[in-house]
């Protein structure tokens, strides 16, 4: 079955940095757009970075652009996201997700990994 | 930028009564770009809905979306113990958004 294994995360102080990666499993992941999505503590959802297929094509959200990057790897069947200049508010569980519509923006989100937790403090 | 807001914030309902959830969108979401998930405690949000209407695959046909343009519906016909749960709209006609939530629960 389609599986998604998020690692990676953990405690950093501010400043700091983090690279979270993500295993995919079950499905031709070189055919399929991924994206990465976080969730600070009880709160909702934010959508943070997409890649291509082929990982040519990336965009972000203005909250971690300059600061994160996104690639990936199809010979590993894997995703990463590199975190630079991490701050308080990047606290959050992030999920790698799969993004079987298409080319951006056109994009929902099936499955989800598990999620690894970051917490950004001193 | 385009404001999704879902309300109510909290549904109280019990097993076996209809849910019907809101998603409305401050501009018009091209071409029903909308999707439904559904997050329960300590789990990753599962895809419900997507182009607003279309279930995912092996979800229940008692989920089902509705609308177009600004206003958007979840339906869920009838409540199983193990659809209480938190619910978030999300538009990908622009860069993708999420909607602050519903919460159903028990009443």
Known sequence: QVQLVESGGGLVKPGGSLRLSCAASGFTFSDYYMSWIRQAPGKGL??????????ST???????????????DNAKNSLYLQMNSLRAEDTAVYYCARAPGGEFPVNWFDPWGQGTLVTVSS | EIVLTQS???LSLSPGERATLSCRASQSVSSSYLAWYQQKPGQAPRLLIYGASSRATGIPDRFSG???GTDFTL???R?????FAVYYCQQYGSSPLFGGGTKVEIK
Not at chain 1, 46 to 55: H, K, M, Q, R, T
Not at chain 1, 58 to 72: C, L, P
Request: proline share 5%; aromatic share 12%; charged share 20%.
């Open chain 1, 46 to 55: 934010e959508w943070v970075s997409y890649i291509s297929s082929s990982g």
């Open chain 1, 58 to 72: 990336i965009y972000y959200a203005d909250s971690v652009k300059g600061r994160f990057t996104i690639s990936r």
């Open chain 2, 8 to 10: 109510p914030g909290t």
């Open chain 2, 66 to 68: 509705s609308g177009s």
């Open chain 2, 75 to 77: 339906t869920i016909s």
């Open chain 2, 79 to 83: 409540l199983e113990p193990e659809d």
